[in-house]
């Protein structure tokens, strides 16, 4: 199963990816929404784990419903601390409050991508 994280913070991100490699997860990462959507484009992954304030124009809402314009049924777990704007999650994810220990991560995808199966 790949998992696209997007998650700005250099150590997080290495904490998490990782935590899902070690559990036996492909994972794609990207520390810019720019990035993860220029990724989404040419790619599929089986599950977004994106946190919801991003540096730079694009925001963690934001490419989950860009990626969802090419796999509608893609499970999100979304990460934030904090967001500025109004929660608007697609239909099949999760909310993960920060600060989290990476295997909550793992947990969650664990859960989202067996209902998958």
């Given at each position: 199963m790949s998992v696209l994280l997007?998650?700005?913070?250099?150590?997080?991100?290495?904490?998490?990816?990782?935590?899902?490699?070690?559990?036996?997860?492909?994972?794609?990462?990207?520390s810019t929404?720019?990035?993860?959507?220029a990724?989404?484009?040419?790619?599929?992954?089986?599950?977004?784990?994106?946190?919801?304030?991003?540096?730079?124009?694009v925001d963690g809402w934001q490419i989950a419903e860009r990626c969802r314009e090419h796999?509608?049924?893609?499970?999100?777990?979304?990460?934030?601390?904090?967001?500025?704007?109004?929660p608007r999650p697609v239909p099949g994810s999760r909310l993960l409050r920060k600060p989290y220990h990476p295997d909550e991560v793992v947990r969650m995808v664990k859960e989202l991508g067996g209902k998958r199966n």
């Amino acid at each position: 199963m790949s998992v696209l994280l997007v998650e700005d913070d250099p150590l997080i991100r290495e904490f998490v990816v990782d935590a899902l490699r070690d559990a036996g997860y492909h994972v794609i990462h990207a520390s810019t929404g720019e990035e993860a959507l220029a990724w989404c484009k040419r790619h599929a992954a089986d599950l977004l784990v994106t946190d919801i304030r991003l540096s730079g124009e694009v925001d963690g809402w934001q490419i989950a419903e860009r990626c969802r314009e090419h796999n509608p049924e893609l499970p999100v777990i979304y990460a934030t601390g904090f967001s500025p704007t109004a929660p608007r999650p697609v239909p099949g994810s999760r909310l993960l409050r920060k600060p989290y220990h990476p295997d909550e991560v793992v947990r969650m995808v664990k859960e989202l991508g067996g209902k998958r199966n």
